[in-house]
């Protein structure tokens, strides 16, 4: 248990933090990561822009269902390994550019408003989550940007509602080739043996996974199986956008 002093440090510290950083908005105001606007980093008329993910979606996946059903005929032939899958926006438009700025721009400051929005989803599911975990960079992405989107998101979520939080209970062991010019087969495959979950971690944890973009899954998909490899009891994954590839396949 840290000593008063260190807690009083801390806290001077923070403190000075956020003046310095007061002081360089005042030199050098942020503007809209979306539109551009002086003296914001995501702009009101940009954020009410964002298209929300919601409607009949499924159970599962959280893919938009056309038909009046409550899980996709993928989930159905092939049931996941998480509970359920959720992502709060469409990743499109100014929820695109303003994780594009959180990766490529050092933008960090994105990565508590785009939080904020998850813990809504959160607070308006049934997740019993004891865990939250981000999806971990490779060595070669984390050294390039110098630090994980995933995990500015996942820890701030922590920290605002009480639930534990680990870097590491998941860790990528080998680097992949990027996932962009690749089919979802070739995904999977990619991404086999990408993972290693912590057992010591993991074991027995209601575990929340969260990451930026879900394009086809395969990432989620990957890591939710270590998870339970590593003995979770059962994995939830939540992502701050998605892109809507597809729609359920209809009977």
Known sequence: MP???S???RKQFFSFNKYIWNALDWLYPPSCCSCGRSGVIFCEECQSSIMKIKGNLCISCGI???KKQTKCVDCLENPPIFREMRSWAVYEG?????IHSLKYKQNIALGHILAKQLINVINQSNWKVDLIIPIPLSDSHYKQRGYNQSALISRFISKSINIHHSNDAVVRVRDTKTQISL??????TNLDGAFWGNPAKLNT???LIIDDV???GATMQSCAKEVIDAGAKQVYCL????AVLRTSKQK
């Open 239 to 242: 992502s701050v956008a998605r």
């Open 183 to 188: 089919d979802i087969k070739e995904r999977f």
């Open 7 to 9: 807690t009083q440090k």
């Open 94 to 98: 100014s929820i695109r550019e303003a």
């Open 214 to 216: 879900i394009t086809t």
């Open 3 to 5: 000593s008063a002093g």
């Open 64 to 66: 938009h269902l056309r």
């Open 205 to 207: 944890r209601s575990v």
